[in-house]
């Protein structure tokens, strides 16, 4: 704990809402803040949200000491395709290497008939082919032909490019051509935003490792104009704060990272949401949890081991393969604004389409006319009347109307009877893709602990975990703003990586030690630039593992320097985690390595999150009012908690309503609640014993 | 007791999941590098009598008629790949399939399905596909329907003839393992449902997924005309062994709410294994799946509504007896799959005639194959590399074809930095190829010039198709180039290759170089916007030439900019096109066993050098 009181935020831009959060250093107090969201410049609702906080707290501005900002700015350039007019410079030979991609058309055979490829962010009238050749093992098999090159970026840059990408064939093995190209480029035009995919991602498989290089430069201009506004303002205003930004796999950077490696950033609020969500389960005894993020348009689901987010170096962002290191999210087309319609086949079906925040359900009475996620749970009694505090006024009528008219009737049910089949249906297909989540990666669903937030997240998920067979749920004090919360509680991260393939048993060791010795001098040096201090600094080395000709690979730790014998306990730990998550395993096949990553870590001073004294198991005092709730085709009567009249220890059954300002947690009948001392709801169902 | 629609639709879309769940499973942890990196397989869940419910189209009859005559128990894996005992189930020896009955109640209600086409399972030529088989015997190991796994326990003895039986075994033995655990995720799955809904509604909900896919068809098939054939042909070039052409004809023909599919005035059985045991569930999915999503918008139909057999007794398919995709025991059918990409190509040009303004014109007309097989004495040498080539989709009335598309949908190409860092051979160029698109309203799409070095002593197999035959455009669309192959050797000699063979000795830097072909164009190519043509031509896709030639298109040579008056002085002058298709001109390929000698190199070429860069032959 610090003597002197300073403070830090966590600030998240969300689409409709950004969220502060400012934390006391001294008594672990904790502010919250919401503030709308200003697309057209989202830096005036940066500053007003922290105002806010600063307004509320009363907290002096010159006692911030860090800002975490989760920036979305990268994710919206791509996914409103706003990004940066750039160049790209390939290999001799492999100009269309966007254009072809892995030659892969999505869905049944007869797709062709009306697919339409999307076009590449790079068109073949910027890109140029560098005469040059590496083998694979990293010879210069034909010199780069540097007049060509220079002559090449003059045409780009008279073709007013911003930015330049640079991916050549095996440079994650011998990097001089493309460093050269840097150079020149430099010299051509010093100011010229450069991704270079050595430096952004040096792994093999030239189309993905292309993609996320051209993605890096894409965003770079707008992620570099955002930054450069939010530091000017901090600086107008003399806030002495340091600005970090979050990464797309929970980790934190300086904005000097970020703007050089913004491809890091894509998913950097739900990274938050799900750090947070991990940090206040793991505090709160559960170490393994699944959560869930579900908003108006779609659901987020992340697993969670040992009290730390999964990471992925698989991940797509709109049609574009990413293989950077991001959260294990998959993302399912299942939220509140979700639109059910019962198809001329007879099937209900319920999402993808979604009627977003405009028109939004029908009950927001913004002309929405289709019945929703959002209208059903309005129907069956899940919802109060009003919305946010008292913002928004429900139109139960609105719903029943379009209950009725777009499922009842077709189907032959009652309004109630659709509302609840249409509940069903959502919490089904989240099951199925809870399922994939777990099951692919070798977790049980019923190991796991369901943490729900967002702002529809706690209405769904004490049934979703019942049709899991998840034992417990967990919803957290402030499941609203858990992103930027998150934030706090994030760690600065840095991954280092190498593509280098040799079979475990033949391969020379020292190599392999030589160049982990030159990942972790980077690291360091990274960590020495990001100013953290000796005591708190980690560095964890994994090698991806697979059976020899598998194009997969499996994460495996390792101890460094690897020896015959640290390898062979790596390939054993492969063995056993291919068995777990895939059922089989082959121990007579070679295993080969192919990548070293080391991840620098800086452990930053994660608050001490607030615990309070318990006071007794009797709960009547935060008992609201009684309502109707629909529960299993009856009418039930249920009381509704007010969440902030909950105290640590408080315990009642469902079925209840429990409403705070920014959600409501439906606890179904047969369901037990129990206030945690970080006044957590933990809630389990009845056979499964009695609380925690 | 009729099952509530809400819980109808939970159990339907449980079943859809575990395809899902199935599907990420075997992609993850299958070894082969075609089934994993090209997507050759697939996975379905059918009933007790082989329909399927859901899934990648397979129908499996020929389990129930195993079922029907072997005791089959709870835990039992079966595996196969006979072509002609499952009646063209699987279609040829490289795909394996592995099955795993669900059962409750102590019956069989469900199968839980998956194959993949496997690196290799023994045969004259790697990838269980030699050119030159002139019987069954020749394309590897043949294997009826037999158990891998009994109550739970796998058969080892099993296991070790098949991996001994492959030139990669330890895929052979990693693939088969991945196949049963997706299969058992299958089982799992429909047990929970079974559990939790009870098997009655399981069954009936099924019912219900085919009775919609029926009902579906029913529909689509009220669009199509009444009594009146629609008819088409196309070729093969030849059957590997014999440079005769081969025909596929088929008429389609609604007769009130039924329709029929007759292949009457198809070639006879051939020599070669261009043979294609068609099985005639499968056409008619196949017939549903071009509905859908030709005609799906003219008729009110459920767009998410996964294909199943509910159709099978809408349709009725006439396959000739003694022709060429009816053969008879023990022909070879290791290419079938060129025969079966032609017979879905001529019910697309059936349906063209009745949607044209979705239909596209034809595609390159091949998965063009070639496989590297490493020779040598030493286990180093002994190296397999397999790849399937895309190419370009034909256009269609509202947009372009697709550049660098395999009919194959969920096929990926292995990326170049894949490739060489598993076997001796370097990926010199990989482009699209210029000029190779069918010029038309909507252009085809380009396709593709791939270009592999060896490295090491190597033998080369390729299979291909339409070298002689131009992939046909539509009302007013031209004819694209088709597929073509050609050998550089180490010294620079060029070498023209005819569409199939086995066997071609390749000495270390010997380059083989391969030309898919694009896509027919559709509608008038003097209509095309020529600000596109413009395009085409600044980055490379087309000469100016042929801007002029093919689309009326004058582009200044220098400033590569459009001269719009002599534009559109050609285009005014220019003559309508009057033929509904455009067939091109019968092209000059080598013949089986033709390698030829040429000097002159064809036009587009590689845009990298010829001869081996110093030191690529260093190390290999």
Known sequence: ???????????????????????????????????????????????????????????????????????????????????????????????????????????????????????????????????????????????????????????????????????????????AHEIRIEEIARELSPDLFISRSSSTLPEYREFERTVTTVLNAYVMPAVDRYLGSITNGLKKRDYPAELSIVRSDAGIMSIGAAVERPVNTVLSGPAGGVKGASVIAAAAGHPNIVSMDMGGTSTDVCLSTAGEPRLSTDAWVSHFPIRVPIIDITTIGAGGGSIAQVAPSGALRVGPESAGADPGPACYGRGGAQPTVTDANLVLGRLPAELAGGGVVLDLEASRRVVEEGVAKPLGLTVEQAAEGIIRIVDENMLGALRVVSVARGMDPRELTLVPFGGAGPVHGCQLARLAGISTVLVPAAPGVLSAMGFLLADVRQVFSRTMVGVIGELDPDRYNEELDALSRQATAWLDEEHIPAGDRAIEVTLDLRYKGQAYELPISAAIPLTDASLTEAMTAFHAEHKRRYGYDQPFTTVEIVTLRVTAIGELPTPELQRHTAEGPDAHHAIASQTQVFFDGAWVETNVYERSQLRAGNQFNGPALVRQDDCTTVIHPGQVVNVDDLLNLIVTNEEAGNGN | MATDPITVQVIANGIKALIYEMDAAIERTSMSVIIREQHDFGMSLIDERGWVISGTTFTGGSLAEYAAANPVHPGDVILFNDPYISHGEISHLGDTMIAVPIFWDEKIIAWGIAWGHHMDMGADAPASMPTQASEIYHEGLQIPPVKLYKQGELQHDLLAIIARNSRTPDMMTGDLLALSSAGKIAEKRVHELCEKFGGDAVLETFGILFQRAHDTMAKLIQLLPDEEPIVFEDYLDNDGLNDEPLTIKAAITRHGDRVTIDYTGTSPQCEGPVNYPINESLEKMGLYNMLRLAAGDKVAIDPELDPNQGVEDLVDVIVPEGSFIRPEYPAPVSLRHLSLGRVDEVIQGCLAQVFPEVVPATHNGSLNCYSMLGRGREEKDRWLCFEVMAAGSGGRAAIDGIDAFSWNTRLKNAPAEFVETVYPVMIEQYSLRPGSSGPGKQRGGYGLIRAIRALRPAKLYFLDERHKTQPWGLYGGRAAQPNDAWLVRADGDLVKLPSKFDDLKLEPGDMFVMRTGGGGGWGDPFERDPALVVRDVKVGLLTVDQARERYGVVVDADTLELDETATTEIRMNSEPVLEWIDRGMPVDSPAPGEFRDVTERPYPWLVVPELPAEGSLATA
């Open chain 1, 1 to 175: 704990m610090t003597e002197r009181t300073t403070y830090r935020v966590g600030i998240d831009i969300g689409g409709t809402f950004t969220d502060v959060v400012l934390l006391d250093s001294k008594t672990q107090e904790i502010t919250f803040g919401k503030a709308p969201t200003t697309p057209a410049d989202r830096a005036i609702g940066f500053f007003n949200g922290l105002d806010l906080v600063l307004d509320a707290s009363g907290a002096d501005a010159a006692k911030i000491t860090e800002i975490v900002h989760g920036s979305t700015v990268a994710t919206n350039a791509v996914l409103e395709e706003k990004g940066s007019r750039l160049g790209l410079i390939t290999t001799q030979g492999f100009r269309d290497i966007l254009q072809i991609g892995r030659a892969y058309i999505p869905g049944i055979f007869t797709n062709f008939l009306r697919y339409k490829k999307p076009d590449p962010l790079v068109p073949l009238e910027r890109v140029r082919e560098a005469p040059e050749r590496m083998s694979v093992d990293g010879r210069v098999l034909r010199p780069l032909d540097e007049a060509a090159v220079r002559t090449a970026i003059q045409e780009l840059l008279d073709d007013d490019i911003e930015a330049l990408a640079i991916c050549l064939l095996h440079s994650y093995v011998n990097p």
